[in-house]
């Protein structure tokens, strides 16, 4: 069975800083997708960016970037020039190609900008 | 674009009363669909998915059941509510893609 950690249960920083959560996960399967969702306080679950696992190139949308290191089995999340909006929390989650998609989150780290 | 709905937004409930939560997607056919449930602060379970109409799959043992009755229906049922099946309750849904799309979720509390 696949697991996800993510061993900061909380980060706080102030507007305009970059800031880098962390994710590592456990599995067996070499063809998966790795996301981070952010959940703002009114708990709807939006999807920040995906990267597949074969790709060996780091994903990108706009001020976010992660760091995909496959052997490591880390997949960390960068927030650039981050903004109050991006107050949330933060989780990783990991799903094994094909079949029924079943997405594996971790606990979560809850992200505080500060002004 | 495709849309999901779920309702109602927010239930308190009884314990041993029953449950029906529903969830609804447009623009899209032949959807995947799953209902999580997070308990505060924590991260998210899944519970069921269905890959399609009358298909239901449980990855979670409980008092909970799920049923497909259209293409784009999902529904999470109980028939008696204990108190330790308070919390969010979501659903989302998705395709070859990989991504899953979430609703807005059920707020449930067992009294």
């Known amino acids: 069975a696949q697991t996800v950690t993510q061993s900061q249960p909380e980060m706080s920083v102030q507007e305009a800083e970059t800031v880098t959560l962390s994710c590592t996960y456990d599995?067996?399967?070499?063809?998966?997708?790795l996301f981070w969702y952010k959940q703002p306080p009114s708990r709807q679950m939006i999807l920040v960016i995906r990267?597949?696992?074969?790709?060996?190139q780091n994903a990108t949308e706009n001020r976010f970037s992660v760091n995909f290191q496959k052997a490591a089995k880390s997949f960390s999340l960068k927030i650039s020039d981050s903004q109050l909006g991006d107050t949330a929390m933060y989780f990783c989650?990991?799903?094994?190609?094909?079949?029924?998609?079943?997405?594996?989150f971790g606990q979560g780290t809850r992200l505080t900008i500060n002004p | 674009s495709q849309t999901i709905h779920q309702w109602p937004a927010t239930l308190v409930q009884p314990v041993g009363s029953p449950l029906s939560l529903e969830c609804t997607v447009e623009?899209?056919?032949?959807?995947?669909l799953y209902w999580y449930r997070q308990a505060a602060g924590r991260g998210l379970q899944l519970l069921f998915y269905?890959?399609?109409?009358?298909?239901i799959s449980s990855e979670v043992p409980q008092n909970l059941s799920a049923s497909r009755p259209q293409d784009r229906q999902f529904i999470l049922s109980s028939k008696k509510l204990l108190l330790s099946d308070s919390g969010f309750y979501l659903c989302?849904?998705?395709?070859?893609?990989?991504?899953?799309?979430f609703g807005p979720g059920t707020r449930l509390t067992v009294t």
């Open positions: 989302a849904w998705g395709v070859g893609g990989g991504e899953q799309y």
């Open positions: 599995t067996s399967e070499n063809n998966y997708y």
């Open positions: 990267q597949e696992a074969y790709k060996q």
């Open positions: 989650a990991f799903m094994k190609r094909g079949g029924a998609q079943k997405l594996v």
């Open positions: 623009g899209t056919s032949n959807p995947n």
């Open positions: 269905s890959v399609g109409i009358g298909q």
